[in-house]
């Protein structure tokens, strides 16, 4: 078994140092591509655009997205994945022969197991929620779909493989992600958001059920990791190899690790839950249904991305981790809390005052 893992890390390697050779002045492109992938832009920008177009879209990427990392976490603890930057410096597989030279990048050196990729995993369940929502608004009945509808099908299926492939190419060139790792995270993904499209208690669930989800998911998790560590088994053997190896120790940032993503997840979950079952939501969906709704719902986009983008500005500070984790949760929640509840209740407010003005 080693030996077969090791022969397909080889092979990872390989192809990592042949598309860094290969496409050397195209590192900006990657690193561009590994930043958008990440699962924070989802919460941040797709999902305030999405929520005030379809709340029930928005609903469905933030329940992909936070599951799905959820289940990406659980399965790397279970893989106990390797990852390209740190392997190759620490395995005796070369021997006396010299190992391929791999460059690292600031983006190269995350904490966590690698397979399956979160990444290409978090990006597969997000896209897929957004083409599959396209077509199915421009789709209408199966027998009455016309020619657009195929040209728009085939368009925005392409589109979707090609962002997969970049996303995954981008993890690969950065040596973060071996190529089976990639490919397992985007069929995992996949596999997550069409369960979703079969699951409609998410869109009416009430605060006490987002609330025990949440606290399900962080004690299955805890759980999880205590029972492997009283069996000997140390989760965070992965942080010892970052450390150990990262080229620059300034790459390694405690954002990366496991409990840190399951935190910032949870905090989104919770949050959408709090902001859902609020009166500020009830009472902004009840003051816009006599508002102009297209030009209603840009202004809360527009409002949204701007104070999220102020917002997401605030770093936790790390030297405490506790602390960074629990700022990390209060900061997720604020999230959906913003883009639900407050932004629409405050716009909706302002013009239902400047209607009275005017009348």
């Known amino acids: 078994m080693e030996a077969n893992m090791n022969l397909l890390h080889d092979v990872g390697i390989q192809t990592t140092h042949w598309l860094q050779q290969r496409f050397q002045g195209s590192q900006d492109w990657f690193l561009f591509i590994s930043y958008a992938a990440d699962l924070r832009n989802a919460f941040f920008v797709l999902f305030p655009i999405w ?9 469905r990427l ?40 791999i460059q690292q990048f600031p983006l190269t050196c995350e904490t966590g197991p690698g397979s399956p990729s979160g990444h290409a995993m978090g990006a597969a369940g997000v896209y897929y929620v957004m083409v599959t929502a396209l077509l199915s608004a421009a789709g209408g009945e199966k027998q009455s779909r016309t020619l657009g509808y195929w040209v728009l099908w085939t368009v925005l299926w392409i589109g979707f493989w090609a962002v997969q492939v970049c996303v995954c190419m981008s993890r690969v060139f950065i040596a973060a992600h071996f190529p089976h ?25 009430s605060f006490h ?19 492997l560590w009283t069996f000997g088994v140390d989760l965070l053997w992965t942080l010892e190899k970052a450390q150990k190896w990262c080229s620059n120790p300034e790459w390694v940032h405690i954002d990366t690790t496991p409990f840190a993503s399951l935190l910032r997840n949870l905090g989104i979950l919770f949050g959408l839950g709090l902001a ?84």
């Open 276 to 359: 859902l079952n609020s009166h500020l939501y009830q009472e902004s969906s009840r003051l816009k249904q006599g508002q102009q709704l297209p030009f209603f719902r840009v202004g809360c986009i527009a409002a949204s991305l701007l104070i999220l983008h102020v917002f997401d500005a605030f770093k936790p500070p790390s030297h405490v981790q506790l602390l960074f984790y629990a700022l990390s949760f209060c900061k997720s929640a604020a999230v959906p809390l913003a883009t639900v509840g407050l932004i629409p209740y405050c716009l909706s407010q302002l013009l239902a005052t400047q209607h009275k003005k005017a009348a």
């Open 51 to 59: 929520f005030h177009f379809s709340e029930a879209v928005g609903i």
């Open 181 to 205: 790792q990639v490919i397992a995270g985007v069929f995992s993904g996949m596999a997550v958001a069409k369960t979703f499209q079969h699951i409609r208690c998410i869109y009416h669930a």
């Open 62 to 101: 933030i329940w992909v997205a936070v599951i799905g990392d959820w289940l990406n976490l659980v399965f790397k603890w279970i893989l106990f994945g390797e990852r390209p930057y740190w392997w190759v410096l620490d395995t005796d597989y070369y021997g006396n022969s010299s190992a391929p030279e």
């Open 209 to 227: 059920r987002y609330l025990g989800i949440t606290i399900f998911l962080f004690s299955f998790t805890l759980g999880f990791y205590l029972l």
